[in-house]
């Protein structure tokens, strides 16, 4: 719920209920990541980038889990897709 509720807060969206998985790639990154489509440069994708960022939704994931307690201070940082709206999250940007 604190990832969802982060996800909305980041692209100002509040009709996001669940947050893509990456579909691609093999066992260790399909189902398991976030879709780089969403989240491009941020920790929990399944690509490596030369600049990356944990973002609040990262961390909030962490903390949904119950085993860790985060400082969001240190998050934040991405800005890909940071208050682009629902219409970011829902349409494609090629069809």
């Known amino acids: ?5 982060k996800a909305r807060e980041h692209f100002d969206c509040s009709s996001i209920t669940q947050f ?6 093999g066992s260790g990154t399909a189902g398991e990541h976030w879709d780089s489509r969403y989240m491009l440069g941020d920790y929990m994708v ?7 960022a944990i973002s609040d939704i990262t961390l909030a994931l962490f903390e949904d ?3 860790y ?5 240190s998050g934040g940082l991405l800005k890909f897709g940071k208050g ?4 970011f999250i829902n349409k494609k940007c090629i069809v």
Request: contains cysteine; glycine residues 14%; proline residues 7%.
């Open 46 to 52: 399944g690509n490596q980038y030369q600049e990356q």
């Open 84 to 87: 682009k709206g629902c219409n």
């Open 1 to 5: 719920p604190k990832a969802v509720a």
């Open 20 to 25: 893509p998985l990456e579909t691609q790639g």
């Open 65 to 67: 889990t119950g085993y």
């Open 69 to 73: 307690q985060v400082n969001y201070y």
